[in-house]
């Protein structure tokens, strides 16, 4: 069995959030366990904290919140000087200090990790026996053996074309049989009496093909990148050199700029910076050392390369346009000493397309083309009657396209679907009043927007069984898995709720049609929040006329790791009928996160500890006890065991940030050597398979494959040479990362540094993933308040509004 290289844990990838907390070297743990060790440390880890949780906890079930969670964290703490509180603050007595606080990843920094997708609680014993005791074929493999079988009997079959072709070979059937025996009688092999006294052959009866016998799921392989030809890494590499740039970037320059990748380089250096993590400072290094003297701050190659990578890092923070003012700011803070006639050379270039957000007339459109986007556009776009100048964008092709297709697609819906459908029985069966009005709205309308927090979920649910009831094919789609199966007991049909990814790639849902159309004819997309323009834009181009589309989601949650925000246009816009539920989230935790989203840091009471605030002086402190709650105190006094509980922090960087608290994690609840690419069987693993998209789940072993994974049940292997880009630790995960997904218990880490992150929709996302219980590890002082009070979401420029509103006219 070959393992992969032995190492720490991988890093992340360039879209990650360092940027709200700085980093800080955090001490290697001591390790001592092996391997299979470790492995069988998790389970008899789990079984303790369960039986501990199950014993204790009933026999504490009357003492106090700090009787409870907050001594078990002080037992293990030399200086005490713990609080911990249900209804207070920090101190224990101050509502406005009784939460955490925490800073909004995707806004503050650019982290596109996205989304979980996946149950982190799944299984792995099943899968990684089957894994090793039947070896399987990889798809790629059996694709290869399946050509190959092909190609061979193609071959075979020109070979005979091409030869003599002996009498009576081109027969078939029953007159291929009957030169057979005419030919055996002939030879004085069989009697002629032996062919007569047979019966005749039956006449064959038509029947319905038996279906495939069913086969065990073989373990999905990730998808690599398909890498350049060694030629042209080697090509680039040699440039590269030559011009003092590290080769590790040879690989994704060949893949990024094709088969001509060195001599794109080498005419125009800056191109450098499309390539991830390369800033402008590195490229301009890099210009100087290839080209020397003929380059300048002004070159109209190191212009229109820093212009798109403006919009680029704009597009990794949620934007899909941007000022073009803003955007002449940026480039006179590079150096560039003409920032108008830069902005002018990149939109002729085609780098950047320009935009006007203002009155249509004439005089605006003129006002807006390419040659008066420089200094001049906002005078040059006013109207002739006084009237303010027009609001000038740049952007890039791929979101404005995305967002004008979007447009489109939502109006199609809205147009093309029957009007007042009898729909009056099903709303009469409504569980509750907002399902009877949503039901009502989606009768009437073909697109509908929904809002609600946890508990409104019922209602899509009930909408999906409605619809279904009256024959109609209803689908909900979740951002994650766990969302998914959520969704599927509130309907009580597991074919009903599909994952938003898996149906747009195929792999769930009903499939299309012969047109290529969703086969559905009511699609509610839950975690509305979470979708993308460019997902949007996708999902409406895949619905056919007549297809009822409800956007149903929590508007005080954290945006979409992609760029846009499709969702809040939407309402923003009011493109059409809005139904707010009625349904509160119940319970302490659902009371403090309903005050969250208006502004309000409030005091709850908790009797059944289901909040508590756990006062700490630094990051090392911080760290110290999130290791103390999710390994003894919340299995003990709460009854959740260490797998059942969730760790959400600010971001991956910094001495409380992911990384720091999942190695101190991996220590305590499955300590091991980290001998497959930084991983033991057992460690709890975050799955990127794409930007914006992560998958929890459990590592349950490695080969020459890669790395095997359980990812909620379903079983994934990850080549090794994808495991450092695409896998990581999960006992913490950023808010971003915990979006979509609940777990019975979460503990969030709030470290003094992250004051300045704070945001309210961080705090609104983070505090409510947890279902039964919420600790707080708190270290911002008064920060908290004042971010929930004073910082909502960072607002992302968009065009996707006014074009619905244009549209609406």
Not at 143 to 156: D, F, M, N, S, V
Not at 523 to 543: C, I, K, N, R, Y
Request: aromatic share 2%; glycine share 12%.
């Amino acid at each position: 069995m070959t393992a992969l290289p032995r190492g720490e844990s991988p890093g992340p990838s360039a879209t990650d959030d360092d940027s709200v907390v700085a980093d800080a070297p955090v001490p290697a743990p001591a390790v001592t366990a092996p391997a299979e060790e470790a492995a069988a440390g998790t389970g008899e880890a789990t079984d303790e904290a369960t039986g501990e949780a199950t014993g204790d906890s009933t026999g504490e079930a009357t003492g106090g919140v700090t009787d409870d969670v907050a001594d078990g964290v002080a037992d293990d703490v030399a200086d005490g000087g713990e609080t911990a509180a249900g209804t207070g603050g920090p101190n224990g007595s101050g509502g406005s200090n009784e939460t955490a606080e925490a800073a909004d990843d995707a806004d503050t920094a650019a982290e596109t990790d996205g989304s979980a997708d996946a149950d982190t609680t799944a299984g792995t014993d099943g899968s990684a026996d089957g894994a090793a005791a039947v070896p399987v074929l990889s798809e790629a493999e059996a694709e290869l053996a399946a050509q190959r079988e092909l190609l061979e009997r193609i071959e075979k079959r020109k070979a005979e074309k091409d030869g003599p072709i002996p009498a009576g070979t081109k027969l078939s059937g029953p007159a291929a049989d009957l030169l057979a025996a005419v030919r055996a009688v002939e030879s004085g092999e069989k009697p002629g009496a032996a062919f007569f006294d047979s019966p005749a052959p039956a006449v064959p009866r038509r029947t319905v093909p038996a279906p495939a016998p069913v086969r065990e799921r073989a373990p999905e392989s990730a998808r690599s990148p398909q890498g350049a030809a060694p030629e042209v890494v080697s090509a680039v590499a040699a440039v590269l050199a030559a011009g003092g740039a590290p080769d590790s970037l040879a690989g994704p320059a060949a893949g990024a700029l094709g088969a001509q990748a060195a001599d794109a380089l080498r005419e125009d250096p800056w191109q450098l910076l499309s390539l991830p993590g390369v800033g402008p400072e590195q490229a301009d290094g890099f210009a100087r050392a290839l080209l020397g003297a003929e380059c300048g701050p002004d070159d109209e190659r190191r212009t229109a390369a820093l212009v798109g990578w403006l919009l680029e890092r704009a597009a990794l923070q949620g934007h899909t346009a941007l000022d073009a003012a803003e955007v002449r700011t940026a480039l006179a803070g590079r150096a560039v000493n003409d920032p108008d006639a830069a902005v002018q050379h990149a939109v002729a270039e085609g780098v950047v397309l320009v935009f006007q957000d203002g009155p249509e007339d004439e005089e605006a459109e003129e006002a807006s083309q390419a040659p008066e986007a420089g200094a001049d556009a906002d005078e040059g776009a006013r109207s002739g009657d006084g009237r303010e100048p027009v609001q000038v964008f740049l952007g890039l092709d791929r979101y404005a396209l995305a967002e004008e297709s979007l447009a489109d697609g939502l109006a199609r819906l809205v147009n093309a679907c029957e009007k007042d459908a009898d729909w009056s029985q099903a709303a009469s069966s409504a569980p509750s009043p907002s399902a009877a009005e949503l039901i009502r709205a989606v009768a009437a309308h073909g697109l509908v927007a929904h809002t609600g927090g946890e508990a409104a979920r019922a209602e899509p649910a009930a909408l999906i069984a409605a619809a279904s009831g009256l024959g109609l094919r209803a689908l909900g789609a979740t951002h994650s898995v766990d969302g998914r199966q959520r969704l599927a007991e509130a309907v009580g049909d597991p074919s009903a709720a599909v994952t938003l990814a898996g149906l747009l790639a195929g792999t769930e849902g009903p499939g299309r049609d012969e047109e290529g159309a969703l086969a559905v004819d009511l699609l509610v997309v839950l975690d509305a929040p979470q979708v993308d323009v460019e997902t949007g834009a996708m999902l409406v181009e895949a619905l056919a006329d007549g297809t009822r589309l409800v956007l149903s989601g929590d508007p005080g949650v954290l945006g979409s790791a992609g760029a846009g925000r499709v969702f809040a246009d939407v309402l923003a816009a009011r493109a059409c009928p809005q139904v707010v539920s009625r349904t509160p989230d119940p319970g302490p935790i659902g009371e403090l996160v309903s005050g969250i989203g208006v502004g309000e840091l409030n005091q709850v009471a908790a009797p059944g500890r289901e909040v508590v605030i756990v006062p700490v002086r630094d990051a090392g402190e911080a760290v110290h006890r999130t290791v103390q709650l999710v390994a003894d105190s919340v299995p003990r006094a709460i009854g959740v065991p260490s797998s059942d509980t969730q760790v959400i922090t600010v971001g991956h960087g910094g001495s409380a940030g992911t990384r720091a608290l999942n190695e101190a994690l991996k220590q305590r609840l499955n300590p091991g050597p980290g001998r497959f690419g930084g991983f033991d069987p057992g460690d709890r693993i975050a799955h990127v398979p794409a930007p914006g998209r992560t998958v929890p789940g459990v590592v349950v072993s490695a080969d020459a494959e890669g790395l095997h994974l359980d990812c909620a049940g379903t079983p994934l292997v990850v080549p090794q040479e994808r495991v450092e880009a695409s896998v990581r630790h999960a006992w913490a995960l950023s808010a971003h990362q915990a979006a979509g997904m609940r777990w019975p218990a979460v503990v969030v880490v709030l470290p003094g540094d992250a004051a300045q992150g704070l945001s309210r929709p961080w705090v609104y996302t983070a505090f409510s993933r947890g279902v039964r219980h919420l600790s707080v590890v708190h270290g911002v002082d008064q920060a908290l308040p004042r971010a929930v009070a004073q910082s909502p979401a960072q607002d992302r420029t968009t065009r996707l509004r006014t074009l619905l509103e244009a549209a609406d006219r």
